[in-house]
């Protein structure tokens, strides 16, 4: 949607004119983004304007070369004229050099706090964003919206001055030259440029299709040759129809690149004949003196070349209101997302809480909870204290509310009444930093990034040393695993870890957890989808883990509670049941039901 030279113009997309009516984007707040920049704006406004004025000594150079200094055998004057256009090239290149290297130089110093802030404040975002918002609509946002602002933040808005400033001059130096010229060219002009319009939006509503196409393509590679969509594709015998989807998808390209090619070669033959006929009507004319009364062959021929000349910044102008709403369009998107409410702020004066001196004492105070688009609460009145170095575990039915109480404890969200405390202070009153460095959480759905071991155990502590990497995975049991691998912490692990089983990628992440060291440990259904063997090992690297830590435990296995200072029963956001394993199996409550299930699981309908 923006107007590049050579590639003609474009028009306003409906889409664009539709965002900016739900989300409009004031000048203010478009000027502030170049605000810290404004005298480099100014100093390349100046040098534009310079670039404009010094290019139109070209043509009087010409004619008096052809007027003057050859008729008369003047070579001295030959000489200077000569040296003249030579210099006008030369300061006008630099001048172009120098405006190139401000203008972009401010477009993506613009462009790169546009991403920075986007990606930062969506980091502060809480998990409720996350889980609503599809992942491609995000990096769409970050990636290609931002890139989208390129063409206005380092061309779109120089180009107004500079072919407003190209146009001004060059139609004061054809009225210098000849003025009946300058009429005639009033009369020829128009026609060729909006041919030139017709052939381009004809082009250009191709190229958004084939965009369209090409993005489907992509769209396609990534859910068929991705490693989740490999498998999905080997196991559900999919690879046929996948196939059959692309190749009709590249069929469609073969089409549309054709009409690419084929696009407006008619009205390009027509235009053609125009910009033949504009200077053969000029000569036309300079042959008639009654017309144009008296003119030198020189002025003809610099009429001709700012005849020429002044199509260009023309056609520049008439697109430069669709590129502009465009921009404005993508604007609104990323400032939709900068405007977003933080659901998790960050406090503006953190209390300090030194790792050394953290004890583990959590406290959750009459806490309750409810989602953003909820109209019930998930949590009512929780009202509990975990000691420190204690373990506590929590079972209960689906939506009973496990999974917010940890995910309240690690501040994935904030209480709606209430407060959760570490040590006695609010955990909304700690810096990002100290949470993090004092609270670890595992959780069922591993994550490791595609990068080394190595690397992704430092992701936890980046000071860390091999020896102390190898005692972490040491202690999390999978030490042999690593130590058999031809490259042993240098191995990449996979997209999202799956060089790995999924017993092998929890002790890698229990052995970054350990190299974090909290105070406090969250364990949020680490066992419940691996198999007895694996899970026996594993219990015993999170034993490992949880030794002197406060730690908070949501399992399906009851046997992986069975070591739990204590157990709480929720039920409905309610903590119904509380006490020590054998305390709760001698009540005949609901924990003691549960002890003749077989192998002590948890039914289905107790499963989050």
Same mark, same amino acid.
């Given at each position: 949607?923006? @107007?590049?030279?050579?590639?003609?113009?474009?028009?306003?997309?409906?889409?664009?004119?539709?965002?900016?009516?739900?989300?409009?984007?004031?000048?203010?707040?478009?000027?502030?983004?170049?605000?810290?920049?404004?005298?480099?704006?100014?100093?390349? $406004?100046?040098?534009?304007?310079?670039?404009?004025?010094?290019?139109?000594?070209?043509?009087?150079?010409?004619?008096?070369?052809?007027?003057?200094?050859?008729?008369?055998?003047?070579?001295?004057?030959?000489?200077?004229?000569?040296?003249? %256009?030579?210099?006008?090239?030369?300061?006008?290149?630099?001048?172009?050099?120098?405006?190139?290297?401000?203008?972009?130089? &401010? +477009?993506?110093?613009?462009?790169?706090?546009?991403? $920075?802030?986007?990606?930062?404040?969506?980091?502060?975002?809480?998990?409720? @964003?996350?889980?609503?918002?599809?992942?491609?609509?995000?990096?769409?946002?970050?990636?290609?919206?931002?890139?989208?602002?390129?063409?206005?933040?380092?061309?779109?808005?120089?180009?107004?001055?500079?072919?407003?400033?190209?146009?001004?001059?060059?139609?004061?130096? %054809?009225?210098?030259?000849?003025?009946?010229?300058?009429?005639? $060219?009033?009369?020829?002009?128009?026609?060729?440029?909006? /041919?030139?319009?017709?052939?381009?939006?004809?082009?250009?509503?191709?190229?958004?299709?084939?965009?369209?196409?090409?993005?489907?393509?992509?769209?396609?590679? !990534?859910?068929?040759?991705?490693?989740?969509?490999? %498998?999905?594709?080997?196991?559900?015998?999919?690879?046929?129809?996948?196939?059959?989807?692309?190749?009709?998808?590249?069929?469609?390209?073969? +089409?549309?690149?054709?009409?690419?090619?084929?696009?407006?070669?008619?009205?390009?033959?027509?235009?053609?004949?125009?910009?033949?006929?504009?200077?053969? #009507?000029?000569?036309?004319?300079?042959?008639?003196?009654?017309?144009?009364? +008296?003119?030198?062959?020189?002025?003809?021929?610099? @009429?001709?070349?700012?005849? &020429?000349?002044?199509?260009?910044?023309?056609?520049?102008?008439?697109?430069?209101?669709?590129?502009?709403?465009?921009?404005?369009?993508?604007?609104?998107?990323?400032?939709?997302?900068?405007?977003?409410?933080?659901? &998790?702020?960050?406090?503006?004066?953190?209390?300090?809480?030194?790792?050394?001196?953290?004890?583990?004492?959590?406290?959750?105070?009459?806490?309750?909870?409810?989602?953003?688009?909820?109209?019930?609460?998930?949590?009512?009145?929780?009202?509990?204290?975990?000691?420190?170095?204690?373990?506590?575990?929590? &079972?209960? !039915?689906?939506?009973?509310?496990?999974?917010?109480?940890?995910?309240?404890?690690?501040?994935?969200?904030?209480?709606?009444?209430?407060?959760?405390?570490?040590?006695?202070?609010?955990?909304?009153?700690?810096?990002?930093?100290?949470?993090?460095?004092?609270?670890? /959480?595992?959780?069922?759905?591993?994550? #490791?990034?595609?990068?080394?071991?190595?690397?992704?155990?430092?992701?936890?502590?980046?000071?860390?040393?091999?020896?102390?990497?190898?005692?972490?995975?040491?202690?999390?049991?999978?030490?042999?695993?690593?130590?058999?691998?031809?490259?042993?912490?240098?191995?990449?692990?996979?997209?999202?870890?799956?060089?790995?089983?999924?017993?092998?990628?929890?002790?890698?992440?229990?052995?970054?957890?350990?190299?974090?060291?909290?105070?406090?440990?969250?364990?949020?259904?680490?066992?419940?989808?691996?198999?007895?063997?694996?899970?026996?090992?594993?219990?015993?690297?999170?034993?490992?883990?949880?030794?002197?830590?406060?730690?908070?435990?949501?399992?399906?296995?009851?046997?992986?509670?069975?070591?739990?200072?204590?157990?709480?029963?929720?039920?409905? +956001?309610?903590?119904?049941?509380?006490?020590?394993?054998?305390?709760?199996?001698?009540?005949?409550?609901?924990?003691?039901?549960?002890?003749?299930?077989?192998?002590?699981?948890?039914?289905?309908?107790?499963?989050?």
């Amino acid at each position: 949607m923006q @107007f590049e030279a050579g590639r003609g113009p474009s028009r306003v997309d409906p889409k664009d004119l539709a965002q900016l009516a739900e989300s409009p984007v004031s000048w203010r707040r478009v000027l502030a983004l170049f605000a810290p920049h404004k005298w480099e704006l100014l100093l390349v $406004t100046a040098i534009i304007v310079a670039t404009s004025v010094a290019s139109l000594a070209q043509p009087f150079l010409v004619r008096a070369v052809i007027d003057d200094a050859l008729p008369n055998k003047n070579f001295p004057l030959l000489v200077w004229l000569a040296v003249g %256009m030579v210099a006008v090239a030369a300061f006008t290149g630099v001048l172009g050099v120098w405006q190139t290297w401000l203008a972009t130089g &401010v +477009g993506q110093k613009v462009m790169h706090w546009l991403r $920075t802030a986007v990606f930062g404040h969506l980091q502060e975002q809480s998990l409720s @964003f996350f889980k609503r918002t599809r992942t491609g609509e995000i990096q769409s946002r970050l990636i290609q919206d931002v890139s989208g602002l390129q063409s206005v933040m380092t061309s779109t808005a120089t180009s107004i001055a500079s072919n407003l400033t190209t146009v001004v001059a060059t139609a004061a130096a %054809m009225v210098a030259l000849n003025w009946q010229l300058s009429l005639l $060219t009033l009369l020829v002009l128009p026609p060729a440029v909006w /041919m030139t319009r017709r052939v381009a939006l004809l082009r250009r509503d191709i190229t958004s299709a084939k965009q369209r196409t090409l993005a489907d393509m992509q769209s396609q590679v !990534e859910e068929a040759l991705s490693i989740n969509g490999a %498998m999905l594709t080997h196991t559900l015998g999919m690879a046929d129809m996948r196939l059959d989807q692309f190749a009709d998808t590249s069929h469609q390209l073969i +089409g549309l690149e054709l009409r690419s090619q084929l696009a407006g070669r008619w009205r390009m033959a027509t235009m053609g004949i125009g910009f033949a006929a504009i200077p053969a #009507l000029l000569y036309l004319a300079a042959g008639v003196p009654q017309l144009v009364g +008296g003119i030198t062959i020189g002025t003809l021929i610099a @009429f001709s070349s700012l005849q &020429v000349s002044i199509f260009r910044p023309i056609m520049g102008l008439l697109n430069i209101g669709a590129s502009w709403i465009s921009s404005l369009a993508l604007l609104s998107r990323i400032f939709g997302y900068l405007d977003l409410p933080v659901d &998790v702020p960050e406090p503006e004066n953190p209390v300090p809480l030194p790792k050394e001196s953290v004890r583990g004492v959590v406290r959750f105070e009459h806490v309750a909870y409810r989602f953003p688009d909820g109209d019930a609460d998930a949590l009512s009145d929780i009202d509990l204290t975990i000691e420190a170095g204690e373990s506590v575990a929590a &079972v209960g !039915e689906t939506g009973s509310g496990k999974s917010t109480l940890a995910n309240l404890l690690v501040r994935l969200a904030d209480p709606t009444r209430g407060r959760v405390t570490l040590d006695g202070v609010d955990l909304r009153q700690l810096s990002r930093q100290d949470r993090t460095r004092v609270i670890g /959480m595992v959780t069922q759905e591993t994550y #490791l990034a595609h990068a080394s071991i190595a690397e992704n155990l430092r992701a936890a502590n980046p000071q860390a040393d091999d020896d102390e990497l190898w005692r972490a995975l040491r202690t999390a049991q999978v030490d042999e695993v690593v130590a058999a691998l031809p490259e042993g912490l240098a191995t990449v692990v996979g997209a999202r870890g799956h060089r790995f089983s999924g017993g092998e990628r929890q002790r890698i992440a229990i052995a970054r957890t350990l190299l974090a060291d909290p105070r406090v440990l969250v364990l949020d259904e680490a066992t419940s989808a691996l198999d007895n063997d694996t899970e026996r090992d594993l219990q015993a690297a999170l034993d490992a883990l949880s030794v002197g830590r406060t730690t908070f435990t949501i399992a399906h296995r009851l046997s992986t509670i069975q070591g739990a200072d204590r157990i709480i029963v929720l039920d409905r +956001g309610r903590i119904v049941e509380s006490g020590s394993p054998a305390q709760l199996a001698a009540a005949g409550g609901r924990y003691a039901a549960l002890l003749g299930t077989p192998k002590g699981k948890l039914p289905p309908h107790w499963v989050q």
